[in-house]
């Protein structure tokens, strides 16, 4: 065949057999290769609000402007170029760790390393001393996340079959979300706990204690510690014999051209629409989320309130989205709660417009957030189910890097510009205007439901 590992199926959402009990999906959740992926979205969910979210907050905290904070934001460009580097991760053996470790869980274990050296360099950075330090530190620990996502996304997809990817996304997405509630919530406490002095009564770059801080991020680097203990405790996904390359060029075609040369071979004009869907699936969520952190600096709420209503409540509320749309996946198709997703990811962001009128309301904060929060954990699992649908086991790696590197690039690339458009026009038009960017998203996963033939992976085992 053309391409190995895969054969013709029906379309994603016509199923090849009877669905299964409610409760024989619910027990795919306690399998071990399922439990993995819980501490290995750990490790990945960790890094990125450290040096996006939680950044944005600290560097606002520290009297950066927001027109600054929205450029810095292009740090996780990162990951939206991690195409470029991920068929080298998918081939590329690295002595010794891939001898005593395997090819997945050695690039696992660099990246991890990467991620922690770059979170102490942002610890022993002050930014109000300058920022070039710490943006060094930040883009080190986002390409050290990047090259880990590579490698967790092809270790997910090679540790089981693919009826089961829908439930292995929701328990890496419940992880990621354990992860965004300790580098959110706790990475705040730890700061609050950490200063000198009480700031409550000071607002401003007067309040920022870098030393709180310092010992913030050092807890954070050290929590990293999940990732690696489950990297070294895992087996390796079997592993997949790989035709030996005559010479350098031969490599290069199978390592770099033939990848991306199967997914268009799989789905021919068809991969203009797949590839469109998933550049903008996201958009909403993604430029209005850079904003989030300094909008609640400066709407009043103080770090303990971020912590408890952002990403305590608002992330409980990911993690019920992901459970259900794991579940909601496995049993109505992807492509159902896939557009379910994108209507209720787009409509919550007319929440926040409401709550920019609002101020300071607590309560208000509770609902806009848990409310937001559970559309993004549906869309979420659904979407990474969608994502994996389209991938051959044979350059998983790759090719997934390539779908979720296209997932950010436009989102991010616009969002360093959110700054300056909350700047000129406040708030309330910057969350409007997002939501009105997911109105697209809709008309293509509707014509995306309607291709009659897809291409799926043949039993990932």
């Not at 209005?288 to 990403?311: C, L, Q």
């Not at 909601?328 to 198709?333: F, H, N, V, Y």
């Not at 296209?406 to 969350?431: E, N, Q, R, T």
Request: glycine share 8%.
């Amino acid at each position: 065949m053309d391409n190995p590992g895969f054969m013709s199926a029906p379309p994603l959402d016509t199923p090849t057999a009877p669905s299964p009990p409610w409760h024989d999906a619910l027990k795919v959740y306690l399998e071990p290769a399922t439990l993995r992926m819980l501490a290995l979205g750990f490790s990945a969910g960790l890094p990125l609000l450290l040096v996006l979210g939680t950044l944005s907050l600290r560097l606002r905290e520290a009297g950066i402007d927001r027109t600054t904070i929205g450029y810095l934001s292009w740090v996780g460009l990162a990951y939206g170029f991690k195409w470029v580097w991920a068929p080298l991760v998918d081939r590329l053996p690295l002595p010794p760790l891939t001898t005593l470790l395997g090819r997945r869980r050695g690039w696992l274990l660099l990246a991890q390393g990467m991620v922690i050296a770059g979170l102490v360099g942002m610890a022993l950075n002050d930014p109000r001393n300058g920022l070039t330090p710490l943006i060094w530190c930040a883009l080190l620990t986002a390409f050290g996340s990047a090259t880990q996502d590579i490698a967790l996304d092809a270790f997910r997809i090679e540790s089981a079959e693919t009826r089961k990817q829908a439930a292995l996304a929701a328990a890496y997405q419940t992880g990621y979300r354990l992860a965004m509630i300790w580098a959110g919530a706790g990475v705040l406490w730890v700061a609050a706990w950490a200063e000198v002095a009480p700031a409550a009564a000071v607002t401003g770059a007067a309040a920022y204690q870098n030393g709180a801080w310092k010992t913030a991020y050092f807890v954070m680097a050290a929590s990293m510690a999940v990732g690696v203990l489950t990297v070294l405790l895992s087996p390796e996904p079997a592993r997949r014999v790989l035709p030996k390359p005559k010479n350098a060029a031969a490599w290069l075609q199978s390592v770099l051209i033939e990848p991306f040369a199967d997914f268009l071979r799989r789905y021919k004009w068809q991969a203009v629409l797949i590839l469109s869907l998933i550049a903008i699936y996201r958009i909403s969520d993604v430029v209005m989320g850079i904003m989030a952190n300094p909008f609640y600096v400066d709407m009043g709420f103080t770090k303990d309130e971020v912590a408890t209503v952002s990403k305590i409540y608002g992330v409980i509320m990911t993690l019920a989205g992901a459970f259900v749309g794991g579940v909601l996946s496995m049993r109505l198709g992807v492509m159902r709660v896939l557009m379910l997703g994108a209507v209720l990811s787009a409509a919550s962001n007319l929440l926040f417009a409401w709550l920019a009128s609002r101020g300071h309301d607590l309560t208000a904060l509770i609902a806009v957030v848990s409310a937001d929060n559970l559309a993004g954990g549906i869309a979420s699992a659904a979407f990474i189910a969608y994502l994996s649908s389209l991938t051959n086991i044979s350059y998983s790696a790759t090719q997934y890097a390539l779908f979720s590197s296209l997932m950010l690039l436009l989102p991010k690339f616009i969002a360093g510009y959110s700054g300056v458009f909350v700047d000129a026009y406040g708030y309330s038009s910057f969350f409007t205007a997002t939501a009105l960017l997911g109105v697209p998203v809709l008309l293509l996963v509707a014509l995306a439901s309607r291709l009659t033939a897809i291409t799926s992976p043949a039993d990932r085992q």
